[in-house]
Structure formats: C-alpha cells, structure tokens
DNA sequence: CGCATTTCCTGGAGGC
DNA sequence: TGCCTCCAGGAAATGC
C-alpha cells in the first residue's frame, strides 16, 4: 500500500529517468480512473517535455513544461491509493491486468505505465490552473519531513486517538497504516493515546520517530506487502525491518513481548503492549 | 468537532 | 480442484 516512502521512491527514480524526456501517445484502457481536465489526455500531454517528477504527501506529480506558444502550466497528479504502481519499462514488455494508462516517451522504446487492480487510486490532468471537475482531490495537511516541532504540537492539538489522527491526511499527509504503526512503537506511545494528552516531550518524540522511520523506509525502498512496485519493478524491503506492522503474536524485536492487534481509526494497528503503555 | 459506519474494488486466504 | 465467504485498506461520504 503506497504511502509517503514508496511515493518518494517511485518519484526519485521517474524524475532520474524522465526528466528532460518528451512524452508521446498516450493510450487510455479505462476511462473512469481519469479526473480533473476533461480534455482528452493525450491531446494535452502529448509532446511535453517533462519538467521533473516530485512527490507531495503520497501523490506522485509528474510536472510537464508548456508546450510552445501554449503557455498553460500541466500536471500529472497520480494517486496510487492501495494497489497502484506506476512502472517504466519497454513498450513491447508484456501487459499485465488492470494496465489502465499507457504513455509513450518520445524518441525511445519505453512507456509509463499505471496499474490499479482494486481501483483506490486515479490519474488527476491539472491543467492551467482550472478548477478541475469529477473526483476530488482531499485537502493536504503538512509534510511530515519537513515539520518542525512547533508546527506538530499544534497538529496534535485535538481530542482524538493519536492513531486516527495520523491517518488523517488534512492533519500530516503522507502516513498510512504502516508507518503509523512503526513510527508510535519507536517512540513508544499507544495509539489510542489521545493527542492532546502528549506532552512537549513526547511529541518531540513521536515526530523525530515519524522522520526516521519514514527515511529508513524511503532508504530501503518502501515496503512490498502485495502490489507495491518501484518503477523498475522491483519490490521494497523495510518490510523486512518492520517491527509491529502485521506481526501479531511475534515478539517484540525490543522487549520480547507479544505484539498485539487492536482496531483503532477504523484500521488494524498493531503495537507492543509493553513498549507501548496506554 | 469527533467518531463510527458504509462505500468503492480485487485478489488472496481459509473453510468445506 | 472448485466454490464460497471473508477480509485487507485510502479516503470520501454519511449519519449521529
């Protein structure tokens, strides 16, 4: 499941690969995963160069110059939800299921690909900065990398579960279920742990452990679950390193206890009822 | 405002 | 081997 790291990934290997590159046909298999300019979409990105390729929260942006006299700023937005990946490869490797999105990048053989088997994510065209219609993109709290502590002490100001909380993409954006969970056994806080309830200290803490995590994870290449993908690919590995996520019943890599599972925000959440006192 | 519930969707797991 | 049900989950919508 595509979150922050597995974007930044995703991101950093297409803005190696693409920048610079001018796109080509674009070939649509499913409509419905389009949003934002109704205009067709290979009439609009055909023939652009791409800018650079960067990430925001777990949305990977695919940024293309104007075109010529057309002075109109264009944006690829991708949205991966649970099962999208966004691959380059060459245009004669073989199509797999739920290829929904073909881009040809001009003057070579290879093509951008997006596939969706369970249909969470979408390709957003934002173009000259319309308002865009259909499917709305959610509002976009702060990026956790980039926040100082200051700023999160005013993100947890709420009487809600700490958990919920992160999940909550208008509150930090770029945390999901995984990185939730390992960044509050790090800093050793419960998840139900209500946010306001976390002192100066111990918010500190839990952001210090939310960058850390989140730059493991981005180092080892995210993390491969089910469909996850770099854009070569291949597969993540912090799943190997995770400590709670999906190990109930295993010891605690830290103190040997049993990690348990609990819902909280609506989602499974694992955590180490030792190192993680309510 | 917070929070629970439902919805979307497919493939994998488990039961029989 | 095959069929059935259940379940995962990002995030929006809805109801309390």
Known sequence: MPELPEAETIARRLHEELAGETLGRATVKRRDILH???????????????????RRAKRVIIELASGGSDAEHV????HLGMSGQLLLCDQNAPRE?????R???????RELRFRDPRRF???WLLAGGKKHVGRRLGELGPEPLELSAKEFRSVLSRQRQIKALLLDQRCIAGLGNIYCDEA????????LTRAD????DRSARLLRSIKTTLRRAIRFNGSTLMDYRTADGEAGEFQKHHRVYQRTGQPCKHCRALI???????????????????
């Open 97 to 101: 299921a739920h290829t929904h999105l």
């Open 184 to 191: 509050l056994h790090a800093a050793g806080i419960h998840p």
């Open 36 to 54: 934002g300019d109704p205009r067709p979409l290979g009439r609009v990105v055909s023939n652009r160069r791409v800018r650079r390729v960067y």
């Open 103 to 109: 881009i040809a990048i001009r003057k070579t053989t």
């Open 260 to 278: 348990e599972r609990i819902i909280a925000g609506g989602r499974s959440t694992f955590f180490c009822p030792r190192c993680q006192q309510p």
């Open 121 to 123: 994510g979408g390709v």
């Open 197 to 200: 309830d976390l002192g100066v």
């Open 75 to 78: 944006d690829l937005v991708f």
